[in-house]
Each structure stands twice: as structure tokens, then as C-alpha cells.
Nanobody, 124 residues
Framework: QVQLVESGGGLAQAGGSLRLSCAAS????????MAWFRQAPGKGREFGAG????????YYADSLKDRFTISRDNAKNTVDLQMNNLKPEDTAAYYC?????????????????WGQGTQVTVSS
């Protein structure tokens, strides 16, 4: 079965950095569009960043594009999210998601596979 397992979350200070990683198994990873979403307490799940199957195209939420970088390694079946200059408002559970070999979309329901999430907490 398909499994997406996130790691790398934790506590960071404002202005600091964290790197999240998502390890995928049970799917032909190199053919899947991958994305990172996040969900803060009391809020809906929002799109953060996405990458097409080859990694040749990446997309970001406007609020994140200058600070976050998504990358993938199809040889290792992993997709990472480098988060720099973290802010307290980045505090959320971060989720890795996968969908078929189609375009990156920002709607969570368009992704068929999800990880369990990893918590990121940024202190001021």
C-alpha cells in the first residue's frame, strides 16, 4: 500500500530554518506530482508548495515562495521542503501529499495520498 512518511518537524525560533522530508513507498514515485500542505489549529488545510513528477516545475503559495523551497529525489523516493526565515505564523502540522502524473493543484481533495503529518512550531 502507499505510504508517505514525513519527518523533520520540531521547534524552531523565528528566523530559523527547518527541513522536512517525506519518504514515499508503494507507488511509482517518479510519476507522481507531490506537494506539501499545512494546517494550523482551527484552520483548513492550505497548499504550501508542489512539484511535478520530474521536479522541473515547482509552485508555491504566494506567502511562502521567498522562504520555502520544495525539491524531490526520484532515486530516493523523497520530497523535501526547506523552510527558511521561519515565522510564528508558520506554526502548523505539515503534510506530504501525492497525486497522479498531472499538474500541481492547490486543492487538498485533489490529492489521493497523504502522510500523517509532522508538527512545526515556531517561537517568537
Amino acid at each position: 500500500q502507499v505510504q508517505l512518511v514525513e519527518s523533520g518537524g520540531g521547534l524552531a525560533q523565528a528566523g530559523g530554518s527547518l527541513r522536512l522530508s517525506c519518504a514515499a513507498s508503494g507507488l511509482k514515485f517518479s510519476t507522481y506530482t507531490m506537494a506539501w500542505f499545512r494546517q494550523a489549529p482551527g484552520k483548513g488545510r492550505e497548499f504550501g508548495a508542489g512539484t511535478t513528477w520530474s521536479g522541473g516545475s515547482t509552485y508555491y503559495a504566494d506567502s511562502l515562495k521567498d522562504r520555502f523551497t520544495i525539491s524531490r529525489d526520484n532515486a530516493k523516493n523523497t520530497v523535501d521542503l526547506q523552510m527558511n526565515n521561519l515565522k510564528p505564523e508558520d506554526t502548523a502540522a505539515y503534510y506530504c501529499a501525492a497525486r497522479g502524473p498531472t499538474a500541481v493543484v492547490t486543492t487538498p481533495t485533489r490529492y489521493g495520498y497523504w502522510g500523517q503529518g509532522t508538527q512545526v512550531t515556531v517561537s517568537s
